[in-house]
Every structure is written in structure tokens, then in C-alpha cells.
């Protein structure tokens, strides 16, 4: 099994997130973005859009993020996808609501904020005080949600907190102060705590540093 990504993509921290969890063995290929590599011809068979991550299983190849972890889980026969219907709807819902109005928030104030100073492209204002307005809107919707279960989408651990942990990771390198959102934080860092977490790195910064 391979997981193709980039290390500091939120999609491929999820799903690495995932599999870690799920115990499973597998090869993580890291896709150069900077040099074109999501380009070429040979990675385009994997992914027709060059976008990352993409799961190689045996010769089965499939790529997006939600359907992988969907995959993953379902194929281990793990609660982490439960089998009720209502309940999937459930995790599906807010695995949705972190990687559409979470995720794509901390994207634009991440490329905007921190990846395009870095590699001298042109920052879009706009989009970045956008994002900045969204977060702002967004993350006190997952703080009450923390407030009123354990995890995410209950009280069992599931592939929506995977989803919310993906995309909260950044939270620092994008000057958020997450002490505002006291049941965010905690759950944050217990998550954070975990061998699954671990095995990606120790904190997201890690991996901000190691692509210089």
C-alpha cells in the first residue's frame, strides 16, 4: 500500500491520519509539487488532476481524500466509519463541514499568510481576509460542537475528527490563537497525543520547517 502526498497538505495529513489509526502498513511517497512532479505524465495516471494524495492498494488506485479514508476504514471493518446509516450520515456531515468551511478558510489564510511570501508570489489580499472572516465564523461552530461531545460527531472517535485534525493542525503557523476556543484546544491536543498523530509528526511546524 502507498499513500502519495505532500507533507504539509491537510488531505494527506487526514488521510495518513487515518491509516495510522487504522494500524495499517504502508509506503508514504512524497510528491515534489515544487518541482512539477504532480505534473508529469506518469503521476497524471494516478491522479488525472495532479492533486494529492492518491492511494495506491495493490493495484487499486484511488484518490480524494474522504473517499480514501471512507475506503480505509470499510475495508478494515473499523467504527471509525460506523455501519448505521444515520450515524455515517452523521460523521459524514462533519467530516463535510470541516474540509469545505474549515479546510478551505485555513488554505486561503495559509497561501496567502505564509506560502506565498515564502515563494515570492503574489498575495491576494482579498482572499486572505476572506479566509481570516471565515475562521472567525467557523471555528466557534466546532468549539460548541466540542463542548457538547467528546469527539466531533459524538462520543466515539470517528473519521470526522481525522478530518477536523487535518485541518486545525496549521492553526499556529497561521497566527490563530487557538486559546479562544478552550474546548477546540483540548481536544486538539489530546488528539495531538496520539500515536496516529505522532507517526506524522510531532506538531505541524515540524513540517512547515522541513520544506525550508
Not at 490563530?176 to 484546544?185: A, E, F, H, P, R
Amino acid at each position: 500500500m502507498k499513500i502519495y502526498g505532500l507533507a504539509i497538505s491537510a488531505p494527506v495529513i487526514k488521510t495518513r491520519l487515518v491509516a495510522n489509526a487504522l494500524g495499517l502498513d504502508y509506503e508514504f511517497r512524497n510528491v515534489n509539487m515544487m518541482e512539477g512532479e504532480h505534473k508529469t505524465e506518469e503521476y497524471k495516471k494516478l491522479h488525472p488532476a495532479g492533486k494529492v494524495p492518491v492511494l495506491e492498494d495493490d493495484g487499486f488506485v484511488l484518490f480524494e481524500s474522504g473517499a480514501i479514508c471512507r475506503y480505509l476504514a470499510q475495508k478494515q471493518n473499523s467504527d471509525l466509519y460506523p455501519k448505521d446509516i444515520k450515524q455515517q450520515a452523521v460523521v459524514d456531515q462533519w467530516s463535510d463541514f470541516a474540509a469545505i468551511h474549515i479546510g478551505g478558510a485555513v488554505g486561503r489564510v495559509l497561501f496567502n499568510k505564509v506560502l506565498a511570501p515564502k515563494m515570492g508570489w503574489e498575495v491576494d489580499e482579498k482572499s486572505l481576509q476572506c479566509g481570516q472572516e471565515f475562521l472567525d465564523r467557523f471555528l466557534p461552530i466546532v468549539d460548541q460542537q466540542l463542548g457538547r461531545s467528546t469527539y466531533l460527531a459524538g462520543d466515539k472517535i470517528s473519521l470526522a475528527d481525522y478530518a477536523l485534525l487535518a485541518h486545525v493542525d496549521p492553526l499556529e503557523a497561521i497566527e490563530i490563537d487557538v486559546s479562544k476556543y478552550s474546548n477546540l484546544q483540548k481536544w486538539r491536543d489530546a488528539m495531538r497525543a496520539r500515536g496516529e498523530y505522532q507517526k506524522v509528526h510531532k506538531f505541524y511546524g515540524e513540517e512547515m520547517m522541513a520544506q525550508g
